[in-house]
């Protein structure tokens, strides 16, 4: 039996990420939490682990991975059973440039250490900060509702009718949205495959509430 353990943020979209693979994959894990309210991801013990003092992180045979689809690729070369990419290359290619529209071009304008930046530096109070969070998740949202509808490669999930790395992210992200009243409904496909995602048990153990950590 591998031994991995977890760095982690419940409410951690990455994290989210890191923990749905590990559920779909039927990873046993060990969770350590790092508090990114108090800054704990800054602490010096955990920089000795991630310097970029980012969650997540994984450590599996004595070694420290970062980032979080790298961690999820990783994952799915290591342990091939529920795959997390298609086998065909256009197909992997489709999922990962969809799982790239939100952790590319999504989630780190909308990072903590960005909103708190806006904060500092420009004096950006909650609603100022809610207002860029909605833009730049729109700003991706649409055009990736409208790729996911129109395609015929779209199932039950983005891509066919099991779940990938794309629904990782897009699953992650949405939840996300919660802390900013943003409605999913807006965006139809996404809702639904989103829903897809709530009833298939490993995504909802790797929801923020269900975490140790959880405040
Ligand atoms: N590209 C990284 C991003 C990791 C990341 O930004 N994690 C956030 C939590 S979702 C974090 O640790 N934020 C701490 C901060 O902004 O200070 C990944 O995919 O793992």
Partial sequence: MTAIRLHSYFRSSTSVRVRVALELKGLAYDYIAWNLRT????????????????????????????QSLPIIEYLDERFPGSPLLPAESMARARVR????????????????????????????????????FRHWAKATLDPLEMLLAHSTQTGRFCHGDEPSMADICLFAQLLNN??????????????????????????????????????
């Avoid at 602490?43 to 991975?65: K, M, R, T």
């Avoid at 952790?103 to 100022?128: I, K, T, W």
């Fill in 39 to 66: 800054n704990e991801q800054c602490s010096p013990d955990y920089l000795d682990i991630n310097p970029q003092g980012l969650v997540p992180a994984i450590e599996i045979d004595g070694q420290v991975l970062t």
């Fill in 97 to 132: 440039s969809l799982a790239a529209m939100v952790a590319s071009d999504l989630h780190p304008l909308n990072n903590l250490r960005v909103l708190r930046y806006l904060e500092a530096q420009f004096g950006a109070d909650m609603a100022a900060q809610t207002l860029w």
């Fill in 178 to 215: 919660r802390r900013f009243d943003i409605d999913n409904a807006a965006w139809p496909t996404l809702a639904r495959i989103h829903a897809a995602c709530v009833a298939d048990p490993a995504f909802v153990k790797a929801m923020p509430e269900q975490q140790i950590d959880a405040a």
